[in-house]
Structures are given as C-alpha cells and as structure tokens.
C-alpha cells in the first residue's frame, strides 16, 4: 500500500491556472476510474473536491478540474483565488479493496 | 445536516489501548460505508480502515492489521475503532468520514480527535 505520488508544492498568482499530479501504479490509479482529490485548510477537515477522476460534488467551484492518464491523475485549478492556498490530496481505490492517499501537495497562491 | 463527530482521543503511553468514537446525525447511517482515517502532525492522509453498511465487510491498511478494530451500531448511529498494542507511529489526528460504496469517494467527515502516544 504505498503512497501515491504527488508534488510536495505548486504556487501560482491569481488568476493563472496550476495542475497538481498524482502518480500510481495500475494496481489503483491506472486500474480504476475510483480518483478522488481533497482540499485541505490548515486545522480543519479535508473537503471533497472532485470525485470518480473529473466528477464535481455540489457546490464546488467548477474551477476544479480533474483528469486521468495511465496511472498519472490530475487536478487543475483555473482562475487562482486566494482560497485556493490549501493542501490538496489525491486519493485511489486499489486492488486490494484498500484506499490509499498521496503525500499531498501545498498550494500556495503569490 | 450531515454531522459526523468523533471523539475518545487523548494521551496513551505505548503499548496501551485507546477506544474512538464517531456519532452520526443527519442520514441513514445503516446505508453507509465508513471508514477512519489518520493524519501525523504535519504529515499527509492515511486511510486505516472501513466497514461496510452492515459490518459484514472490513479492510484494514496493513500498518493496523492485528492490532485495530472497527466496529459499528447501526442502531446507535455510532462508528468505533479499538486501538491497542498502540505505538508512537499511531499518533494523528483521527477522523471518521462516510463513502456510500467501498470504492465511494468520503463525502463527508469529521472534525478528527487527536490520539498521541507517547511516555
């Protein structure tokens, strides 16, 4: 159950656009459209941003964008805010009817 | 509203044993996948475990196998994990949160309860 593998930080100004990756094996990214990514503020409980590799749950800013290759997953956020600035957690189904999260990413916005 | 409240963390030396717990409101608990899910101070997410709607189904990561237990009442709305033989490496914030299938993304969770282990 290793780890996916994710950036350790991203930066962007307002306005500009970014993409966070979140690379796995074919055993959970590659093997499944089950991708998940979490935005995380300091102190406080992950959010659920995007769902099953490009799906939006209510509410989220379609800003939020997500995408699949191969056993690479990715996130894009258009239109950088200053609320963006958070850690951001990709996460994977497996094979082994486990989840497993990446290292994370902090974003910050300059 | 979804709520989904932990609590049960405190200070445990190693080796001891510690019982969490995560009260729901605010939808059919008995439809839900939940599961835990740990964070080290100033370290990325774990997934440790879950159990399936009726409790039939359980996985754990293996860095807890034999040495955690999740359980669930479904007529207490209620999610539980029994912590023993805990280490240093098992101090974290814990959090509960809900997936309506095994392979479900967690809609929701809770606020965590911090676990730290420690002499």
């Known amino acids: 159950q290793s780890a996916l593998t994710q950036p350790a930080s991203v930066s962007g100004s307002p306005g500009q656009s970014i993409t966070i990756s979140c690379t796995g094996t074919s055993s959970d990214v590659g093997g499944y459209n089950y991708v998940s990514w979490y935005q995380q503020h300091p102190g406080k409980a992950p959010k659920l941003m995007i769902y099953?590799?490009?799906n939006r749950p209510s509410g989220v800013s379609n800003r939020f964008s997500g995408s699949k290759s191969g056993n690479t997953a990715s996130l894009t956020i258009s239109g950088l805010q200053a609320e963006d600035e958070a850690d951001y957690y990709c996460s994977s189904y497996t094979s082994s009817s486990t989840q497993v999260f990446g290292g994370g990413t902090k974003l910050t916005v300059l | 509203q979804v709520q989904l409240v932990e609590s049960g963390g405190g200070l445990v030396k190693p080796g001891g044993s510690l019982r969490l717990s995560c009260a729901a409101s605010?939808?059919?608990?008995?439809?839900?996948?939940m599961s835990w899910i740990r964070q080290a101070p100033g370290k990325g997410l774990e997934w440790v475990s879950y159990i399936s709607s009726s409790g039939s189904t359980i996985y754990y990561a293996d860095s807890v196998k034999g040495r955690f237990t999740i359980s669930r009442d479904n007529a207490k709305n209620s999610l539980y994990l029994q912590m023993n033989s805990l280490r240093a490496e098992d101090t974290a914030v814990y959090y509960c949160?809900?997936?309506?299938?095994?392979?479900?993304?967690?809609?929701?969770w809770g606020q965590g309860t911090l676990v730290t282990v420690s002499s």
């Open positions: 949160a809900r997936a309506f299938l095994e392979w479900a993304p967690f809609d929701y």
């Open positions: 099953d590799v490009s």
């Open positions: 605010g939808f059919t608990f008995s439809d839900y996948y």
